[in-house]
């Protein structure tokens, strides 16, 4: 009985592991023409230490599930494709925003990708998507092409929805740049500038624009607080009051002009930018 029992259990295991897989939108062999599938492995949330070492932090830290990795070939060019299944759209739109740097150019085919000449990644419903070519050249980059469009066609997940105020007109020349972020390594990765405002508070949620306002840089943040009393020490970090009858502050700082704008007990709208321009206050009244 208990080998009976084992065996169960075992195929079990199996056809989860096996369901699992089938989850992703993964290349198969008959995908595209001459395409040979040379390796393919996933990883969990242990086993991505063995193969992104030093890496694997940040990923646990948006929300990780699994990794499928594939490495293909055809007519003597190799790319690998990396699919990070994430917990959420969310998290598989963060850890592509503060992954993916100069983009050459972006496809039409989703919303959230950046094209370059060795890498194409996206982020699309969960998934984070990273196709790298090893030389750079035309060929591996079209086959590139031709992958990634094979693998988005594959995912039917939901896009991000975006607060509110990045839609407006004023970011449409610097949307493409925001970021989001769900812990302090992000931060630190790629927001030092606001790294001491955050450093201890254990649960938030970013999501940033650094863009330029009537010629004046400006980082454009819309923050979320799990716990309200956070609220309270962001807010002397940065050496703000919040009008209780407006929900909304300002302040200029040596060089440094912020503003603020309460959402919720514990969501706001943070502004910090160059000093010298109550213009920005003009600006940012007009889509709050």
């Known amino acids: 009985m208990k080998t009976i029992t084992k065996i169960i259990f075992v195929l079990l295991i199996n056809v989860c592991l096996t369901a699992q897989v089938k989850d992703f939108p993964k290349l198969s062999g008959n995908d595209l023409a001459g395409l040979t599938i040379v390796r393919e492995q996933t990883f969990d949330g242990s086993s991505l230490w063995g193969y992104i070492n030093g890496g694997a932090d940040i990923f646990l830290e948006y929300g990780f599930d699994k990794l499928m990795l594939q490495e293909v070939e055809t007519g003597g060019l190799k790319i690998k494709i990396e699919i990070y299944k994430m917990s959420s759209p969310e998290s598989a739109f963060g850890i592509y925003s503060v992954s993916h740097f100069k983009c050459d150019e972006l496809s039409t085919l989703i919303k959230y990708n950046c094209l370059s000449q060795y890498q194409i990644q996206c982020s699309a419903g969960p998934y984070y998507i990273s196709i790298i070519n090893t030389n750079g050249s035309l060929k591996e980059r079209e086959l590139s092409k031709s992958i990634f469009e094979k693998v988005v066609s594959k995912i039917n997940g939901d896009e991000i929805t975006l607060p509110q105020i990045f839609s407006n007109d004023i970011f449409n020349d610097s949307r493409k740049e925001i970021k989001y972020f769900k812990g302090m390594l992000g931060v630190q990765n790629r927001l030092m500038e606001w790294y001491d405002y955050f450093d201890g508070i254990e649960g938030f949620e970013i999501y940033v624009l650094p863009a330029k306002v009537n010629d004046n840089t400006v980082y454009v943040g819309q923050i979320k607080f799990h716990i309200d009393s956070d609220v309270s020490i962001f807010l002397n970090r940065v ?50």
């Open 239 to 288: 050496g703000m009051k919040v009008n209780p009858s407006e929900k909304y502050s300002t302040k200029e700082s040596g060089n440094i002009f912020r503003v603020i704008k309460m959402l919720s007990n514990n969501e706001l709208i943070f502004i910090e930018g160059d000093n010298g321009s109550g213009k920005l206050l003009d600006s940012f009244k007009q889509i709050w």
